[in-house]
């Protein structure tokens, strides 16, 4: 499972698109230059290494942080009801599923990963449990019931029941639990499944998010809500204080696009509505192309399935338009299968897609090191003399991708005359990351390949 990271050109007399001799780009072990730069990476410890165990995959971290992972989201590590072994339907908030291991391997995976600088959040299931825990016999009142007096599943999701946050005692027992992970084994946050529930209070979130990053002094508790924000449904949801939100609507705009006919004018509004949207809540946006509902759910999407040959350009826009770019296990190689995440199918480490891996090693350095790629940065579009071309620039990094099915040379009146460094190159990407120097002006012609794309960093 070990990558390959060979940062040597085969030959150091390629020439880049500026014309110049390429250089090696060291991309590996990158450090983010603020909060703002970070990329988090969802794992599913079940299908993450063969043994599918803490054990095994803590052994595997020293991978994620040479990648440069900054925050391990793990999926749902709790004890599973057994009508369909859902990781989302828990049996003990403050127990680990026994096929990963216990508490102390947690412990460790854990005490592991900050050892390497990486933080770790746990994905928390607030709004049910699995309908055979223990608590169904033991505190009936925990649960919340329909007219007729009978527990209720939400959603029609028939392997779960909706818990009561009107109850003191159930709001009592899910705190302790929250606290138990912090205190315990030194997590560092939450990924909340489902708040856009109607059963839970926006004063429950206020009240918990407040004590969560208040518990542990000189401790920073972050928390992210599976919600969109900018829905209008949601709304209420941005007075909760979470840190970080789904940028929902954009992921399922751009898989749209990709399905019914790709456009990239409408793509470049789809990007302009979600910067607009992104602009008006509190926190900052997690973005994404996959993660395990796009991957596994409605009969299984893989990057290729959902977004066919776009699916490198638009990987280069997740890391560089803005919010916190998301890598779900297996992405960083392609994303080569679905992944039932009930049954802990594992990833296909040996099905490596070298442009995909090179590309996503290369766009995780940039944006750990470009203050430019910071969350909140400005964005700045640019008209180009192709309309298959989509180009941005952010205060010093220019970006340029071609969604369209042929090579084009590319001009861009409004590019700043300068001295560049060229970061990233779709037509040598696949032998590895590098980098080369450019003067380019905007009546430079610049060469794209189809469905090519290029990162530029002025000087």
Known sequence: MKYCSNLILATALMLSACGGATKSLVVDNTQPVSDANRVIYQMNVGAFTAEGTFQAAAQQLGRLDTLGIDIIWLMPIYPRGATVNSPYAAMDYKAVNPKYGTVDDVKAFVARAHQLGMKVWLDWVPNHVAQENPWV???????TRDDKGQMIHPHGWGDVLELNYQNPALVNEVNSALKFWINECDVDGYRCDYVSSPTIPVSYWQDIIAQLKTLKPGKKIEMMSETDITDRHNQRIDSCGFDYDYAWSFQGAMARLCRRGFNTDTLKQICQRFLDKSAKVKNRRMVYLTNHDQNYNDGG????????EHRYGLSVLE???????????GQEIGDPDTLNYFTDAKVKWQRVDHKMLNTI??????????????????VEFLDTNDSNVLAWKRNNVVVMVNFGGYDVEVVIPALAAGNYQQWLNSRTILNGPSISDCTLSGSSPLKLEANGYAVYVKQ
């Open 301 to 308: 999407n893989t990057l290729r399935k959902f977004y066919g």
């Open 361 to 378: 090693r290369t766009l995780i350095a940039l944006h750990h090191q470009q203050p430019s790629l910071a969350e909140t940065a400005p």
């Open 319 to 329: 890391f560089t338009l803005q919010g916190m770019p998301l890598i779900y296990n």
């Open 137 to 143: 016999q033991s505190h009936p009142d925990y649960f």
